[in-house]
């Protein structure tokens, strides 16, 4: 990461302020001497001010490091008062950009992740990623500007009803109408977001409230009174659930991505392992456990592995830990797991039989609960041969795709030779279609938080923003590794600037097909094979797009390039692209249709 | 080159001998039960600030949850307001309703009233005057109060039940009913009993429904 101090970029804003042009002619010297003393004297933090200090010093208050944003005329008080701040703020080139860089450095270190944008397009520009992480479950805060409220409600120039928009994509948001009070709603908003089961909160700032005087210094961060949250799970529940688990004949693990942020992986590991029962994850729950061990039956759901949807279709006792039961899981709800009693563990009450009844519904913490259910536990189920029937199934099942030398690569090839050719640690994020499958069936993950994906909204362009913000977040030993598809990167390629920039290393592998591969792939399977609005027939040379913008560009066309350009772009300090030309052809297998059969998977396009 | 993957086709491959239904209960018959809807009243305890309602009439919208009325005012407490929605949902939307609105962070507590709970709703009923002791009549028999006359309209006002005020506008209806303006029902839980209690995550989570049963959610 380069050593620059966070500055002020200059505002993108028709709005013709005075201010605007004296922050951005305020002179950087100035800026690092006053930096340097506040490193060396260690001195007591400087009194509050103004409402933007006030936010400044509650994001302080709450450890963040990092922020992610684009100025604006509405936010720039909060961005003059994070001037004069420890926190680094990383300057993204669309404010989308912004949110999905927060929302992985939120996936991977856990904390919220912070995202800044002025009012009007600033803020609905940020819409996308908020609702990203409020599908996800994942941490962070959204602080936007907003016109002074002497003009909110008359059209101003960049007004949005901000909190109105994001309403039904938050956990929780607030208008800040009062100087004294602003900094504490930022506390509780930071609170929040991590808080029981995470998410997006937003706290929209009026220019007003950020520019005015007050001494008042922020609360700690705290959630609100009405909001509580249960750590330990009915005793009378848990003890009827062990005993449903000591008696099961073919019980297994649903691990989702709650396990993750509720820092439960290690004990349920330990509780799978020493009871021996099979794992399954959800996509979100990648990492959970380890993919390479024999219990782990992988991902799945609609392109999960066949061997998973055996396991989930015919187990009777399925102990979910932090699912939410998604339909990508699920498939149709009527053969959804027909056989099996559901232990269902969730921090959020409103999961509880949301989607699929829990017969056993446990609510608390994951990690808090998986070690009640293994102190109430007295003997392991008895499981002997459903454990064979499991590993039959994986090797019935196989993933083993067909990658002859003389035709098209075959992605999956690719996936696993970055696997290969980059440390167990490594983080990989994704976009989203055909790519992102591919990377979740052919790489083997082994430790959470090394995944980092769009899950429930299912959002193009997610990954190389998420790259950026996940490099941020991760130490400085592990590699991040960007799947991207072509029509995926296209959508945010513009953040590379800020990679360059920022020079994080961080190794995109474009997966170029040429298509809309996803959709293209259900076009040839159930409209006929009209590739409407999906064959882009000709796409940008993205090695040279990337040398544009200061990055490695790499391409790979055969099999025989494949190991020497990684290597290659793995060992470039900095940002790298490889654009990857894969078999346009390529399908991503198993796959249950839309509402279908987990147990009726197809492994091949005549059996859709 | 194959395309796809190896491995039992589907038709090769044992298949599980239950079932669940729509709402995800595996069928059994013992658990098996039709979730017809049913109308019911929930009242929730909120923090009185800006933007509590929209977040409550949004969520009913976003989830598709039917709703009949929805009725909002300030309680004894100055920072709190008491909604009372009344929906038609099956068993487990009545669930999903009351969950989520506990979800949201400014509301407090959130319950579902006993089928006996005392409740109310106040319409103004605007009528053709051409027969002055005829509409009378009407009025008197349904505890109307005239708020308002002029020499061609009556107006009145009926506090009842539901059911009670449904009457009337239907018993008004032979002279001419020109405009209705209704509040929608408010609610209390009756004797000591709170109307909206909190109860901790796992008595909402497992909080039976109310046995099923055909019940006019109404009183008088």
Same mark, same amino acid.
């Given at each position: 990461m380069s050593e620059r101090a966070a500055k002020v970029t200059p505002a993108d804003t028709d709005e013709q302020h005075d201010e605007q042009i004296t922050d951005s002619a305020a002179p950087d010297a100035a800026q690092e001497v006053d930096g340097d003393a506040d490193a060396d004297g260690?001195?007591? #933090? !400087? #009194?509050? !001010?103004t409402g933007a200090e006030s936010v400044v010093r509650a994001l302080e208050n709450a450890g963040v490091e990092y922020a992610f944003g684009v100025q604006g005329g509405a936010i720039m008080p909060v961005y003059d008062a994070l001037y004069d701040s420890e926190i680094y703020h990383v300057t993204m080139a669309h404010e989308q950009g912004a949110s999905h860089a927060a929302d992985a450095y939120g996936v991977v270190s856990g904390e919220p992740g912070v995202c800044l944008a002025t009012s009007g397009p600033g803020a609905t520009n940020l819409v996308t990623g908020i609702a990203d992480a409020d599908m996800d479950s994942d941490p962070m805060i959204a602080l936007t500007g907003q016109v002074p409220t002497a003009f909110v409600g008359n059209d101003a120039f960049q007004e949005t009803d901000t909190t109105g928009v994001t309403t039904p994509v938050t956990k929780d948001n607030t208008f800040a109408s009062d100087p004294d009070r602003v900094g504490t709603d930022v506390s509780e908003a930071f609170a929040l977001a991590r808080e029981g089961r995470p998410g997006p909160t937003l706290v929209d700032l009026p220019k007003d409230v950020t520019k005015s005087e007050t001494d008042r210094e922020p609360d700690e961060p705290t959630v609100p009174d009405t909001y509580e949250v249960q750590e330990r799970a009915d005793e009378e529940i848990v003890e009827a659930a062990a005993e449903r688990i000591e008696t099961s004949e073919r019980p297994a693990m649903l691990l989702g991505g709650g396990v993750i942020k509720g820092e439960a992986s290690e004990a349920c590991r330990e509780f799978a392992i020493e009871h021996e029962i099979p794992v399954i994850t959800t996509m979100p729950g990648i990492g959970s456990f380890p993919e390479d061990h024999e219990l782990s039956m992988e991902m799945a759901g609609m392109h999960g592995t066949g061997y998973a949807n055996m396991a989930i279709t015919h187990c009777d006792t399925m102990i979910a830990v932090g699912t939410r039961f998604d339909d990508r899981l699920t498939g149709g709800i009527e053969t959804f797991a027909p056989d099996a009693e559901i232990i269902h563990v969730d921090i959020d009450p409103a999961e509880i039989s949301k989607n699929i009844h829990a017969d056993y519904p446990l609510i608390g913490d994951a990690e808090t609960v998986v070690q009640q259910l293994q102190e109430a536990i007295e003997n392991s189920p008895q499981a002997k041969k459903w454990r064979a029937q499991c590993q039959q199934w994986k090797s019935d099942y196989s993933m083993a795709y067909d990658a002859p030398e003389d035709e098209p690569l075959q992605p999956q090839f690719v996936v696993e030779a970055l696997d290969e050719a980059t440390d167990d640690d490594t983080i990989v994020t994704t976009g989203v279609g055909q790519h992102q499958m591919w990377a979740c069936q052919y790489w083997t993950y082994t430790e959470p938080r090394t995944w980092v994906s769009s899950h429930g909204? %299912? !959002? =193009? %362009?997610?990954g190389l923003p998420a790259a950026i913000g996940a490099r941020l977040a991760a130490d400085d030993d592990q590699d991040v590794v960007c799947f991207d598809g072509d029509g995926s990167f296209l =959508? !945010?390629?513009?953040e590379l600037s800020v990679a360059v920039r920022e020079n994080l290393d961080i190794t995109v592998a474009v997966l170029n097909n040429e298509y809309i591969g996803m959709v293209r792939q259900w076009q040839d399977a159930f409209?006929? %094979?009209?590739h409407s609005a999906s064959d882009y027939g000709w796409m940008p040379e993205f090695d040279k797009l990337a040398e544009a913008f200061g990055a490695a560009g790499f391409r790979i066309d055969d099999y025989d390039e494949v190991a020497d350009t990684i290597d290659e772009a793995l060992a470039y300090d900095g940002p790298s692209v490889i654009d990857v030309h894969i078999d346009p052809q390529a399908n991503v297998y198993p796959m249950v249709p839309s509402g279908g059969d987990n147990g009726q998977f197809a492994l091949t396009e005549d059996q859709l | 080159m194959r395309r796809g993957l190896e491995g039992p086709a589907p038709e090769e491959r044992p298949t599980p001998a239950g079932r669940r239904n729509e709402q995800g209960?595996?069928?059994? *018959? /013992?658990?098996?039960?039709? &979730?017809e809807p049913r109308r019911t009243v929930i009242s929730a305890l909120v /923090? &009185? /600030? *800006?933007g509590v309602l929209s977040d409550v009439s949004g969520l009913f919208s976003r989830r598709q949850f039917n709703i009949e009325s929805l009725t909002v005012g300030p309680t004894t407490n100055d920072d709190r307001a008491r909604i009372t929605v009344v929906v038609e949902e099956p068993d487990p939307g009545i669930d999903q309703i009351k969950k989520q609105l506990r979800k949201l962070v400014p509301v407090i507590s959130v319950r579902e009233l006993e089928p006996d709970a005392m409740q109310r709703e106040l319409a103004l009923i605007k009528v053709d005057a051409d027969d002055p002791a005829q509409v009378n009549a009407v009025a008197d028999m349904y505890d109307a109060t005239t708020v308002d006359s002029s020499p061609e309209t009556a107006t009145f006002e009926i506090t009842g039940a539901r059911q009670k005020i449904e009457a009337a506008i239907e018993t008004f209806g032979q002279f001419g009913v020109r405009e209705i303006s209704r509040t929608g029902t408010t609610a209390l839980a009756r004797g000591t009993e709170e109307t909206a209690a909190a109860l901790s995550a796992t008595e909402s989570a497992t909080e039976q429904t109310k046995t099923q049963q055909e019940y006019p959610a109404d009183d008088d």
């Open positions: 260690e001195s007591e #933090p !400087t #009194p509050v !001010t909204l %299912g !959002t =193009m %362009g997610y =959508m !945010t390629l513009q409209f006929e %094979g009209r | 209960i595996r069928i059994d *018959p /013992e658990v098996e039960a039709t &979730h /923090e &009185h /600030e *800006p």
